[in-house]
């Protein structure tokens, strides 16, 4: 690792050096209150808890800009009019950015790192132009690549969809993408490759085949895997669920339907959920109710750590800091054995309103900082309070006996009739919500980071 944090010739971000922890009592904006990298909970680090990962999209592409105004952030490594040269600049001061947040990993698409050029060879070119300089920025800094994905919904070719565009030439198009991609994926040794739908869905049925678009869909993903797993892929495939926008009904509408689709058509194997927090709620889902859905069929992938904006319900991709729902995430997680692949990926903005570079900085922090706390917090849950005992009894009914036997699948119906008739009207127990609730925030007061 270098000893400087930043590379190259110019210091992106001057006067900010590598974020420390400082402890819960610190008032500096920019250090760690509560996550300690290094610091050790239940079996591993809190860094090998947590995964983190910035994404290159929000953070050093976007600027601001709404569809009622343009961008309100300087970003000063996007001056130059030569587009490669400004692709240059911008990874110079994503890992600048990476290495001072302290972070393990980051995400990108393959529009974000390079641009496309005028045909596809070109665009080929590009991305590998910057993959090149990408690896060695991930050699000099130790930063990990936590997932790569095609920008498969901003190109006006994507505009009926991208795997499920009715015209083969724009699907094709769409191949030749994630192609590369997957390339430059596998070439900095990426561990999971994302497919979110952004424009995999339509506007209205009456101009679309939904049967023909979901068949192409699955065949898409198909090649993929199966390229994929030929240059040496040996991550996992996640597809990102999310029920609108920008389309009227995208096809990933949340987990579960997302894990029908894989096990309809056999891509269960390779293929794994990203769960973002925030396309939880615009599903009218809890994130914590996604996360469960994932791991009881096995299928949690990965996280797209945000939240949303509860009056709105618009992608709004703020920052987490809610600690009850990084508490509910890190419960879910934990009790599921922690991530595999998978890691907390911050698709996250910062407001338009927030003008500062430090900006960045102290919404990352914020983040980090939420997690950790939700971290230490779920982890004392776990190993303390009796919230598991009380949800195992609620079901003890089935541990033996008839239960059991029901739920071995040794009962037929008229077997569950014998039985009520036998045993007569069931006793009334409470599911004592409240107390649960309670529990949740006794703990949440008595851990201090
Ligand atoms: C948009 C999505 C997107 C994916 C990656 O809503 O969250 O950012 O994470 O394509
Ligand atoms: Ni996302
Ligand atoms: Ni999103």
């Given at each position: 690792?270098?000893?400087?944090?930043?590379?190259?010739?110019?210091?992106?971000?001057?006067?900010?050096?590598?974020?420390?922890?400082?402890?819960?009592?610190?008032?500096?904006?920019?250090?760690?209150?509560?996550?300690?990298?290094?610091?050790?909970?239940?079996?591993?680090?809190?860094?090998?808890?947590?995964?983190?990962?910035?994404?290159?999209?929000?953070?050093?592409?976007?600027?601001?800009?709404?569809?009622?105004?343009?961008?309100?952030?300087?970003?000063?490594?996007?001056?130059s009019t030569d587009r490669l040269k400004a692709a240059?600049?911008?990874?110079?001061?994503?890992?600048?950015?990476?290495?001072?947040?302290?972070?393990?990993?980051?995400?990108?698409?393959d529009r974000?790192m390079a641009p496309e050029g005028a045909n596809v060879t070109e665009s080929e070119k590009n991305l590998q132009h910057l993959?090149?300089?990408?690896?060695?920025?991930?050699?000099?800094?130790?930063?990990?690549?936590?997932?790569?994905?095609a920008n498969l919904?901003s190109h006006p070719r994507y505009?009926?969809?991208?795997?499920?565009?009715?015209?083969?030439d724009v699907?094709a198009q769409a191949g030749a993408q994630?192609k590369a991609a997957?390339?430059?994926?596998?070439?900095?040794?990426?561990?999971?490759?994302?497919?979110?739908?952004?424009?995999?869905?339509?506007?209205?049925?009456?101009?679309?085949?939904?049967?023909?678009?979901?068949?192409?869909?699955?065949?898409?993903?198909?090649?993929?895997?199966?390229?994929?797993?030929?240059?040496?892929?040996?991550?996992?495939?996640?597809?990102?669920?999310?029920?609108?926008?920008?389309?009227?009904?995208?096809?990933?509408?949340?987990?579960?339907?997302?894990?029908?689709?894989?096990?309809?058509?056999?891509?269960?194997?390779?293929?794994?959920?990203?769960?973002?927090?925030?396309?939880?709620?615009?599903?009218?889902?809890?994130?914590?109710?996604?996360?469960?859905?994932?791991?009881?069929?096995?299928?949690?992938?990965?996280?797209?750590?945000?939240?949303?904006?509860?009056?709105?319900?618009?992608?709004?991709?703020?920052?987490?800091?809610?600690?009850?729902?990084?508490?509910?995430?890190?419960?879910?997680?934990?009790?599921?054995?922690?991530?595999?692949?998978?890691?907390?990926?911050?698709?996250?903005?910062?407001?338009?309103?927030?003008?500062?570079?430090?900006?960045?900085?102290?919404?990352?922090?914020?983040?980090?900082?939420?997690?950790?706390?939700?971290?230490?917090?779920?982890?004392?849950?776990?190993?303390?309070?009796?919230?598991?005992?009380?949800?195992?009894?609620?079901?003890?009914?089935?541990?033996?006996?008839?239960?059991?036997?029901?739920?071995?699948?040794?009962?037929?119906?008229?077997?569950?009739?014998?039985?009520?008739?036998?045993?007569?009207?069931?006793?009334?127990?409470?599911?004592?919500?409240?107390?649960?609730?309670?529990?949740?925030?006794?703990?949440?007061?008595?851990?201090?980071?």
């Amino acid at each position: 690792m270098s000893a400087r944090p930043w590379i190259g010739n110019r210091e992106y971000f001057p006067g900010i050096s590598r974020i420390e922890y400082e402890g819960p009592e610190s008032d500096n904006p920019l250090a760690f209150k509560a996550y300690d990298a290094d610091r050790v909970v239940g079996d591993k680090t809190m860094r090998d808890h947590l995964r983190f990962s910035i994404c290159y999209w929000h953070t050093f592409c976007a600027d601001g800009a709404d569809p009622f105004g343009p961008g309100t952030r300087p970003r000063p490594w996007s001056e130059s009019t030569d587009r490669l040269k400004a692709a240059e600049e911008k990874l110079d001061a994503a890992f600048e950015f990476f290495s001072k947040m302290t972070v393990p990993y980051f995400c990108f698409h393959d529009r974000d790192m390079a641009p496309e050029g005028a045909n596809v060879t070109e665009s080929e070119k590009n991305l590998q132009h910057l993959v090149g300089r990408a690896k060695a920025r991930q050699k000099d800094t130790g930063i990990r690549l936590l997932w790569g994905t095609a920008n498969l919904f901003s190109h006006p070719r994507y505009m009926n969809g991208a795997s499920t565009n009715p015209d083969f030439d724009v699907v094709a198009q769409a191949g030749a993408q994630v192609k590369a991609a997957l390339e430059a994926t596998v070439e900095l040794g990426g561990e999971n490759f994302v497919f979110w739908g952004g424009r995999e869905g339509y506007s209205t049925l009456f101009n679309t085949d939904t049967g023909r678009e979901l068949e192409h869909m699955a065949r898409f993903l198909g090649m993929a895997r199966d390229y994929g797993r030929a240059i040496g892929f040996n991550g996992a495939f996640l597809i990102e669920p999310k029920p609108m926008e920008p389309m009227y009904h995208q096809y990933d509408v949340d987990a579960q339907t997302v894990i029908g689709f894989l096990r309809q058509y056999g891509l269960a194997d390779d293929f794994k959920v990203n769960v973002e927090a925030n396309h939880a709620t615009l599903a009218g889902h809890s994130f914590a109710h996604e996360l469960r859905m994932c791991t009881n069929a096995g299928m949690l992938g990965s996280v797209d750590a945000n939240r949303g904006n509860p009056q709105n319900g618009w992608d709004t991709d703020q920052f987490p800091a809610d600690l009850y729902d990084t508490v509910q995430a890190m419960l879910i997680v934990l009790e599921d054995g922690g991530f595999k692949t998978g890691g907390l990926n911050f698709d996250a903005k910062v407001r338009r309103e927030s003008t500062d570079l430090e900006d960045l900085f102290i919404a990352h922090i914020g983040g980090m900082d939420s997690y950790a706390r939700g971290l230490l917090i779920a982890h004392e849950m776990l190993e303390k309070s009796s919230l598991a005992d009380f949800r195992r009894e609620r079901y003890a009914s089935f541990d033996n006996g008839q239960g059991q036997a029901f739920a071995q699948g040794k009962l037929s119906l008229e077997d569950l009739r014998e039985h009520a008739a036998k045993q007569g009207e069931s006793q009334k127990r409470s599911g004592r919500q409240e107390w649960v609730e309670n529990v949740i925030n006794d703990f949440i007061f008595r851990v201090k980071p």
